[in-house]
């Protein structure tokens, strides 16, 4: 059973960076892709970024993009997000998730198949 939990995230100032970690227990992840979403109170969980596990595909939000790198390690323990630059409007609950497999876009929650508890990043003005 996949048990994902994040870390890294906190309080910064905009124009600052914050990178999350998400890790399995120490396990690999053995999975079709990963991703990274967000909730703000009140509002839904959107799709920030993702990536195939091949590392061939990465995709991201659109208000993103420049600004925020998904990756993994190299033995593909952790995966990462690299927040750069970042702007109020990025304070939310931060999810990794993780996919076995099956049809449909990266950018879409019903895709993923465990989650992690999320952590919180807020940006101050």
């Known amino acids: 059973q996949v048990q994902l939990v994040e870390s890294g995230g906190g309080l910064v100032q905009a124009g600052g960076s914050l990178r999350l970690s998400c890790g399995d227990s120490?396990?690999?992840?053995?999975?079709?892709?990963m991703g990274w979403f967000r909730q703000t109170p009140g509002g839904e969980r959107e799709f920030v970024a993702a990536?195939?596990?091949?590392?061939?595909?990465?995709t991201y939000k659109d208000s993103v993009k420049g600004r925020f790198t998904i990756s993994t390690d190299n033995t593909k323990n952790t995966l990462y997000l690299q927040m750069n630059n970042l702007k109020p409007e990025d304070t939310a609950v931060y999810y990794c998730?993780?996919?076995?497999?099956?049809?449909?876009?990266?950018?879409?929650?019903?895709?993923?198949?465990?989650w992690g508890q999320g952590t919180q990043v807020t940006v101050s003005s």
């Open positions: 998730a993780v996919s076995l497999g099956g049809a449909g876009s990266l950018q879409d929650r019903i895709l993923y198949d465990s």
């Open positions: 120490g396990r690999t992840f053995s999975s079709y892709a």
């Open positions: 990536m195939r596990s091949s590392g061939t595909t990465k």
